[in-house]
């Protein structure tokens, strides 16, 4: 893929949390040239998502610095920050200032509850907190357990691409325009839209929903059932036609006539009763055995996969979804590489620099040459 599409663009990114820095990871891996400035506290450390990024040392208490910074806006396109309003006004860098020195300038915040609201001056960057605030937690977990977060920062990864897909629609504007705009991203709004289904819910009829583990509280059946050999698979059955297949497959069409799973509502109200079925019939068969007979329905299921079985999934492998990294020291590594795929290619910065201060730098190489 060449060129990149972001080509020509140039990103700061500034900030402590995983949000911004997931954000113009994106940003990065599509060709565009992105500052990283590290604060002084974490100079010596790397990112994962540091990777294919020029990483400067910004010193924020230092008017040289900040001078720096102002000096090069004009040939900036965008910021992509974590750090609060009120922590840059601090440090005599607001946001009117920053966007006076270029008009097409656009400017990405994104925190843990945003920067309005009585939540804002609260340091949100921690993903469980965010988790439990928005709800989250509250329908994550085991049937009658307690809540638990999610086994990812999926806050973090909500907020990021929240604020790389803003980034990239007011870049369009102020190309179109010349008029930069300012973002506002919360990863706690962020969870709360991809709680859409579970929110519709309640706020239609009332109802609290519950943990119900690996079950769904708007299809069944859903969950993880043993086989035979005692490996699970996790499965999805939410219409009217994909019951019936299923059904069929494992060779209860009785289930079809049986009052209690004859439409959804039933099979909702009946879950449980479902499940102990479900199980027994996938207790007849092997895992690998039962997965050959679902596809020829074209049910919807799959494996309850460790991390080992991931890294070596041909699906994994076939869509590019692990690459190897250098970082400063020359070591190599393995990582998560991105999940866009453009004209059947990804692209990805495959270096974590060092990091050099920002007075040091040959300020015409890093902006007019390509990444």
Known sequence: MN??????????????????????????????????????DSNKSFRICDRGKIRLLFRPDMPEDRKWLKDSLPKIDGIVTSVPDLQMSQWNLTVDTLCSQNPRLVYTSV???????????????DDGVIQAESGFMS?????????????????????????????????????????????????????????ENQYSVYLKSGKIPRRIGNHYALSAPVGDYPCRDGRKLMISVATQAQWENFA????????????????????????????EEVTAAFMEHDCDELMELLQTKSCIYGKINNFEDVVNHPQA???????????????????????????????????????????????????????
Not at 18 to 37: F, H, M, N, Q, T
């Open 3 to 40: 060129p990149k599409p972001l080509e020509g663009i140039t990103i700061v990114e500034m900030g402590t949390s995983g949000a911004e820095g997931i954000a113009a990871l994106l940003l990065s891996d599509y060709g565009a040239k992105v500052l990283r400035l590290e604060f002084p």
């Open 248 to 275: 069929n497959v494992l060779g209860h069409p009785e289930w079809l006539d049986n009052p209690d799973y004859r439409d959804l509502n039933g099979r909702l109200r009946h879950y449980a009763q479902l499940g």
């Open 317 to 371: 492998k076939e869509r590019q979804m692990f690459m190897e990294i250098s970082v400063p020291d020359g070591t190599k590594m393995t990582v998560p590489s991105n999940p866009l795929m453009i004209n059947g290619h990804k692209s990805a910065g495959t270096k974590i620099s060092d990091t050099k201060l920002c007075q040091e730098c040959d300020m015409n190489r890093i902006f007019d040459t390509k990444s």
């Open 139 to 195: 329908v994550t977990g085991p049937e009658g357990g307690e809540p638990v977060r999610s086994g990812s920062d999926f806050a973090a990864f909500a907020g990021g691409a929240n604020a790389c897909i803003a980034t990239l629609m007011a870049l369009i504007d102020a190309a179109r325009t010349g008029q930069g705009r300012k973002i506002d991203i919360s990863m706690m709004d962020s969870l709360l839209y991809g709680l």
């Open 111 to 125: 925190t843990g509850f945003g920067q309005k609201g009585p939540y804002a001056q609260r340091h949100g960057y």
